[in-house]
T-cell receptor
Framework: KAGVTQTPRYLIKTRGQQVTLSCSPI?????VSWYQQTPGQGLQFLFE???????NKGNFPGRFSGRQFSNSRSEMNVSTLELGDSALYLC???????????????FGQGTRLTVV | GQNIDQPTEMTATEGAIVQINCTYQ??????LFWYQQHAGEAPTFLSY????GLEEKGRFSSFLSRSKGYSYLLLKELQMKDSASYLC???????????FGKGTTLSVSS
């Protein structure tokens, strides 16, 4: 069974540009979450999608957005990039239980974004 | 709000036992996860606690006390390959996201 796949693995962008990252969840997983990981702040929750709907959003500016497609694949977009957006962006997929709660999160290898 | 604290760094020697503590203050509690992350790799699941007590899985055990807002991860018979970052994460009130501590970097030496 294939794991969570994130593309691209590495990306270098210039300040002011925008970027789109992609995540393909494990087959059958309908919840996709995105996290930003930096040395100073650790893993911080960006947003979560289930059945093409954003159910939860972390404390990030509106420049960070995402969406989920009908096949559960997800993309996140960062517009007007800033130097501080340089980070590892991790995607995780989960099954969703009866209460609508996510079960164990399986993480992808991440996309390393460098803004110069 | 939610706050999760764990030590930044720990060191230990091969064969020893190490305990990594995690304290949390959250509005509502739906469970606590421990993940392991080797440098340059994705976090991988270690354990999940939702009720008080100890969960044992091979060399790794995790303990939870909900009344104290406290958990620990116990690693026995340490091996060099256990050198990694250990992440404590609490499930948010909606059950839809993980709120992570900043992680504990464990260095195991021979």
């Amino acid at each position: 069974k294939a794991g969570v796949t994130q593309t691209p693995r590495y990306l270098i962008k210039t300040r002011g540009q925008q970027v789109t990252l992609s995540c393909s969840p494990i087959s059958g997983h309908r919840s996709v979450s995105w996290y930003q990981q930096t040395p100073g702040q650790g893993l911080q929750f960006l947003f979560e999608y289930f059945s093409e709907t954003q159910r939860n959003k972390g404390n990030f500016p509106g420049r960070f957005s995402g969406r989920q497609f009908s096949n559960s694949r997800s993309e996140m977009n960062v517009s007007t990039l800033e130097l501080g957006d340089s980070a590892l962006y991790l995607c995780a997929s989960s099954l969703v239980g009866g209460k609508g709660w996510n079960t164990e999160a399986f993480f992808g290898q991440g996309t390393r974004l460098t803004v110069v | 709000g939610q706050n999760i604290d764990q030590p930044t760094e720990m060191t230990a020697t091969e064969g020893a036992i190490v305990q990594i503590n995690c304290t949390y203050q959250t509005s509502g509690f739906n469970g606590l996860f421990w993940y392991q992350q080797h440098a340059g790799e994705a976090p991988t699941f270690l354990s999940y606690n939702v009720l008080d007590g100890l969960e044992e899985k091979g060399r790794f055990s995790s303990f939870l006390s909900r009344s104290k807002g406290y958990s620990y991860l116990l690693l026995k018979e340490l091996q060099m390959k256990d050198s990694a970052s250990y992440l404590c994460a609490v499930v948010n009130q909606a059950g839809t996201a993980l709120i992570f501590g900043k992680g504990t970097t464990l260095s195991v030496s021979s």
